[in-house]
């Protein structure tokens, strides 16, 4: 039988991750997966698909908030559907291949990988450099080919791609502001890709905990996913009238110190 403790820390979990979803335009899979990693290892899940089951986990989360996040970011007019139409198929292919690729590593390269990937994400937010427009759009075979390289890292590390998909628009002489709709309206296939990915991924591994689909933790879905969406649009309204810049640098920290907590946990 599933503990309440578990399902209170899940759903303390859901409402961080939404707060800084609507403060920062991001999936949350950064902090997800460190905090159910260590969840998990409390909870004596075995340890050989500790990192498989927190990807999986944090994926499937991200959906519901990803699509809130894209209708919110549709109504205001800031999502170039055009691109997002072509690059979807990328995603979706770089996305569900990449998931088949993580699920035969084992939990220590994939910890060490997500762990190197945050602390450049968390260098990006602490200096908080925009990167410079340089060309313009690419064609249909070109967004398609950047959606296959955007979809494998983020099945790799269990994020919406945002943290790649914003700077790749923006060096495209994309606006800033729509640049961060598209990448809403793109984090969806790139979430669900990924959840299905992994499903179907841990489908026939044998001694995986109760209440487990694939990969995917549901009673840590359904927590985590309840309550971001309750807090998300907190987050939003917070980002209006806080000091954004210092809460990036804040939460650049954060990502960093949950980087080595996972390696610190998994190695």
């Known amino acids: 039988m599933l503990e309440i403790q578990w399902l209170l820390a899940y759903a303390g979990l859901g409402a961080m991750v939404g707060l800084l979803a609507g403060m920062f335009g991001i999936g949350g899979g950064g902090v997800m997966v460190p905090v159910l990693t260590m969840l998990f290892v409390a909870q004596g899940f075995p340890a050989e698909h500790l990192v498989h089951l927190a990807l999986a986990t944090s994926m499937a989360a991200i959906v519901p908030t990803a699509l809130a996040s894209l209708r919110a970011h549709h109504q205001h007019g800031a999502v170039l559907w055009p691109v997002v139409v072509r690059m979807t198929p990328g995603i979706l292919l770089g996305t569900f291949t990449a998931t088949f690729f993580a699920s035969v590593i084992a939990a220590k ?134 000091p954004v810049k210092l809460l990036k640098k804040l939460f650049g920290i954060l990502s960093l110190l949950l980087a080595l907590q996972m390696l610190r946990t998994v190695i």
């Not at 919406?160 to 998909?165: A, I, Q, R, V």
């Not at 700077?167 to 299905?196: E, M, Q």
């Not at 549901?218 to 309750?230: D, G, H, M, N, T």
């Open 109 to 242: 390269p994939l910890a060490i990988f997500f762990s190197v990937f945050m602390a450049f994400v968390a260098l990006q937010l602490f200096i908080d450099r925009k990167p410079k427009a340089s060309r313009q759009l690419p064609g249909t075979v070109g967004l398609s080919g950047a959606g296959v390289g955007i979809g494998g890292i983020s099945a790799l590390v269990a994020i919406g791609g945002g943290s790649l998909t914003v700077p790749f628009l923006a060096w495209c002489n994309v606006a800033v502001p729509v640049a961060i709709g598209t990448s809403a309206a793109v984090g969806l296939p790139v979430a669900l890709a990924g959840a299905l990915g992994y499903l179907a991924n841990g489908w026939q591994i044998p001694g995986l905990p109760a209440f487990t689909l694939g990969f995917i933790y549901w009673p840590a879905v359904v927590s985590i996913a309840a309550l971001s969406l309750i807090t998300a649009p907190m987050g939003a309204r917070m980002a209006h009238r806080l």
